[in-house]
């Protein structure tokens, strides 16, 4: 445990490398761009496909108007809505019934339609087509579209579908044609080019009813204003202004008719009323012209005319009274039916009831605030259910008050009465023919009071109601909008360009969280303390998979053998002490590249003038002999096994200084072969003849075979390759290094080709604790293929973008 936090101590610093950061994710630089231009390809397609959508707008102002009418005659308006006031306007303005008044403004009979290459566009307003209906019911008609192609100056082709099944036919203008219940005829349109296909249909009002309904939209332009502000979209930007005028201008008929409605009972109530008294008053003129004639009386006296008078006023007063019980009846039943709007008929003989007044104004109030609910909430909602409360606890309080009301007028008429009867008293007490007399006129003058009182009354309903103004007011029209508003073509585009550029960088970022291999130098110091002798590059072409060529020596002006060279360089500095050094090659798995780093490792060391023997260790799968083209019947194992001598197994290359020895036949028991006496006894006379002895071993992390091998060498070389070694292979010579207490063991890195897509963005710094660690300096050559130095590399071409990435 203390030597594993030794050796974790000894690690080098890394800090991040924010410009190396850059160059990683610009590395696959092509990936982004093709992302890009995917995703905006994408983007051009949809907008290509998808239909444009136009919004256009249109503001009310609410306000109750006082008309200067009413300043002058004293008549009861319509009191204000409260609070849900602006709710209730917009329910109003979105509700199914104004929008049906509305669509019927419009010329909704027929729709048409122009065919093109991504889709079909409606024409309205332009109506391309003639079409006279001749027969046409609107519970049952053709709703489906029908083309219309032109054939001639005299025939036109119809095509449609009834039952799924497609019908065409050709017909000529000015005929009658019949499709189902609808018969219609096609005037002709002039010159229409051959390849235009129209398309039209019939409609009804309520076909338009969902298309208004869900993209109308209604609401204040700031919170507590009186200004509404109603927005309506759809695809044709002309059809989407003339239906919001519509709806608009029906609005504010309706308004009118509304605050209109209680001036219009009032005067029917009177008209009922005048009827009756006009016949009463008419029989009782001619009645005392026909008693004056009989009866030849010229005047009455003093005494009855006083009487007259005092029981006229009393039989007025008194059926002034059974008027309001008229009005109060009238009001109790509209408040038990509930209706929308209850009103006060009118201010009865002058009776003051400001506490019905405003009760019947709450419950109107209430009445309306629910409506506006149910827009919203289920009938059995609990708002619902505490408007519904309320409604009947003041329903309950105004009829109550209505009672009360009416008991007291019942005894005012009691009073009067008593007072008529005193009256009638003394009336009966006169001649006979005068009594008579007195009576028809009595009849007369009350008659025709009331006459009088309800004319006035009517007069001033009538005034009232002509003066009545709506309570709102058209602010601004809506104008055809022709930017359209769905979609967004400039926020698509952009949104296009950013997932492309999310979709490039994340796959770049997912490919290197996904990748466990290690590529670079960086990445193996910062997963051990073991030093890295050296990099050698990737060889450029294809290699033969038993390095028959010898790559360092064929290719001496290549990066690859200058990498080697530089591996060759660091090597001498290790056991320089000694006058012969035993080098062990080994790997993780197979794969990686030991063998052949031995063969050109040791090609390269002969080339200064060093003596080296090149031993194939590995007796499992050893590829020494086809590197040089040698048989594999007689090697390591047949001495191993005394078999053979030891001058019998040494072969001698074509390269001078190079010597080596072949494994030879697979053994059943490789590993004790190697943990012999014999194999320690070759490897000290080998040592005696050259100055390097390099051994190919087994793969360390698959079989023990190389254990005995690695224990006895100078040097231990791990060979790990760039792209195929994955993490773990790092840890592997550091945990063998602690096991057998060796100090000798490097890492070389094979294969390296530099690829920032899967480099580490941190740089290694070699200060302060590290310092006295043991490094090696060696170089990746990254960047310098282009230097001129290394002739027999590729020429990278211009137009080979990749090079600039690199």
Known sequence: MEELEKVQRKLPNQEIDYFKIGKILLSRWYWILASVVITSAISYTYLWYTPKTYATGGTLKVEEKKSEISDIISVMTTPERGPSKIQSITSVLTSRTLILTAIKDLDYRISFYISGRVRTSETYPQKPLGITLVKFDSLNFFHSLITFKPVSAQNFNLTYSINGKEIQNNYKYGDIVTIGNTSFRIKYPGLIPSKTIYLFKFNIPEDFIGRVQGNLYAGETAKNS????IQQTDSNPQFAADILNAIMNNYVIFDRNQKAQSASQMIDFIDSQLDYLSTEVKGSENSIEKY????????????????????????????????????LDQLSSEIAKEKNNVTLNFNVGSANLPSLEVMVSRLDNLITERASLLTTYNADSQPIQNINQSIIQIKTTALNNIKQIRAGIEKNIQYLDNQLGQVNSTIAALPAAQRDMVSL????????????????????????????????????????????????????????????????????????????????KETIE?????PILGVIRKFPYALDESSEQILAISKPKSIFAESVRSVRTNLSFLSSEKASKVICITSEVAGEGKSFVAVNLSSTLSLIDKKVILIGADLRRSRLHKTFHVANDIGLTNYLAHQTEIDDIIHHSEQENLDFIVSGPVPPNPSELLHSKRMNALIETLKTMYDIVMIDTAPIGLVSDAIPLIRISDINVFVIRSGKSKYYAATVPQRIAQEYHLDNTVIILNAFEEDLLHSRYYTTKFTGENAGTRYYYYSDYSGYEGSGYYLDDEKKKWWNLKRWFK
């Not at 009186?226 to 502000?229: D, E, K, L």
């Not at 009088?452 to 002509?466: D, G």
């Open 226 to 229: 009186n200004i509404i502000a």
């Open 441 to 520: 006129q009595r009849d007369f003058d009350i008659n025709d009071k009331v006459y009088s009182f309800l004319s006035e009354k009517k007069l001033e309903a009538q005034i009232s109601r002509a003066g009545i103004l709506p309570g709102a007011t058209i602010i601004e029209l809506a104008q055809p909008n022709y930017n359209p508003v769905s979609p967004n073509e400039h926020n698509i585009h952009r949104t296009a360009t950013i997932l492309g550029l999310a979709i490039g960088l994340g796959l770049i970022i997912l490919i290197r969280i996904l990748n466990p291999y290690i590529y670079d």
């Open 526 to 530: 910062s997963l051990t303390s073991i």
């Open 292 to 327: 004056r004639k009989k009866s030849k009386i010229l005047d009455v006296t003093s005494a009855s005319t006083t009487s007259v008078t005092k029981a006229t006023e009393l039989e007025s007063n008194k059926s002034l009274l059974k008027i309001q019980l008229i009005a």
